[in-house]
């Protein structure tokens, strides 16, 4: 792993697997598309709106895996100040926020039908709300000051503080009384979901994974040029200052 | 085949799976290409750095 942690063999590698990945995820989301909404039947409670289950699960997944990244990358740019990990961080925070925001748009449009109600403050959707918060936190003290170091420091510290969110959000569902209903795929006992309806789901899970792999390789590869572009536009700005006129 | 319009109307439940779907193609074409835009203005700016660069030299 730590072979990839040298910006120019990452640009690389990046440049070689990015097609791939998009090719992979544009066929992911056509497959997961016809699963989700053609191949795949009513449910016999949900009726139709469990269409909405393959969208609003495969987000919320992906928002917290999000958020496991930023930590993780928070923490080595912390500890090992490595440069890589400080614009990994950089990268992943707006995925993330997307994915979270997505996750709750569409949690609430299936409340309304099955619930009877858009939004209710209870454990999980109070501590998925936190979550997006936390990571519109991030984004802003990555800007909020002069000198960049200060802002990652801050930023990280703000992201590993954040994680103790991570668990409340998985286990809140059992912790306390929620509308929301307990976990259905990781269970002691296997997922609770008829094949017919697991499939689009994962499908459509592997396509969000995919996607977020390019979006946030595509986002470090930005964050690396703009890197090279600001020293050379100090190094320019250096070279003005130091000629005799 | 299927029937276009019933597969529209969704059970009666269009005007809540429809929106869900526009909000995930919405939001996931909005990061997509965020990243693209950023990318390409990064590429132009460092462009624009190396022709001055030569003017210069």
Same mark, same amino acid.
């Given at each position: ?5 040298? #910006? ?14 998009? =090719? ?11 699963? =989700?909404?053609?191949?795949? #039947? ?63 748009? &569409? ?47 801050? =930023? ?21 009384? &929620? ?11 296997? #997922? ?7 499939? #689009? ?25 703009? =890197? ?18 | ?57």
């Amino acid at each position: 792993m730590h072979r990839f942690a040298n #910006p120019g063999r990452f640009l690389r590698l990046a440049n070689r697997i990015q097609p791939w990945l998009k =090719a992979l995820t544009a066929l992911g989301f056509l497959l997961g598309l016809y699963l =989700a909404l053609i191949g795949s #039947p009513p449910d016999y409670q949900q009726g139709e709106t469990v269409r909405i289950m393959y969208i609003h699960v495969p987000s919320a997944w992906m928002a917290l895996l999000a958020y496991l990244i930023l930590g993780l990358a928070s923490a080595s740019a912390l500890i090992w100040r490595h440069p890589l990990a400080d614009i990994a961080a950089e990268a992943i925070s707006p995925i993330g926020a997307a994915f979270t925001l997505l996750a709750l748009i &569409t949690g609430s449009l299936w409340g309304k039908p099955m619930w009877g109600t858009y939004w209710v403050w209870d454990a999980r959707l109070t501590s998925f709300l936190l979550l997006f918060f936390l990571y519109l936190g991030h984004m802003a003290l990555l800007g909020a000051f002069d000198d960049r170091g200060r802002g990652q420091r801050s =930023a990280a510290v703000l992201a590993l503080v954040g994680l103790i969110n991570l668990p409340i959000i998985k286990y809140s569902v059992d912790w306390w009384n &929620t509308l929301h209903q307990p976990a259905s795929i990781a269970r002691m006992d296997g #997922p609770s979901i008829d094949p017919s309806m697991l499939w #689009p789901l994962f499908t459509m899970a592997a396509a969000f994974h995919v996607f977020l792999l390019a979006v946030l390789i595509e986002r470090m590869r930005t964050l690396l040029l703009e =890197a090279k572009l600001r020293n050379q536009r100090l190094a320019a700005f250096d070279r003005v200052q130091t000629e005799p006129f | 085949m299927i029937d276009l319009g019933s597969f529209l109307a969704m059970g009666g439940y269009a005007a809540y799976v429809w929106p869900a779907y526009g909000a995930g193609v919405v939001i996931l074409a909005a990061v997509w290409f965020d990243g693209l835009r950023r990318r390409r203005a990064v590429e132009r700016a460092l462009q624009a750095v190396a022709q001055s660069r030569e003017n210069d030299a």
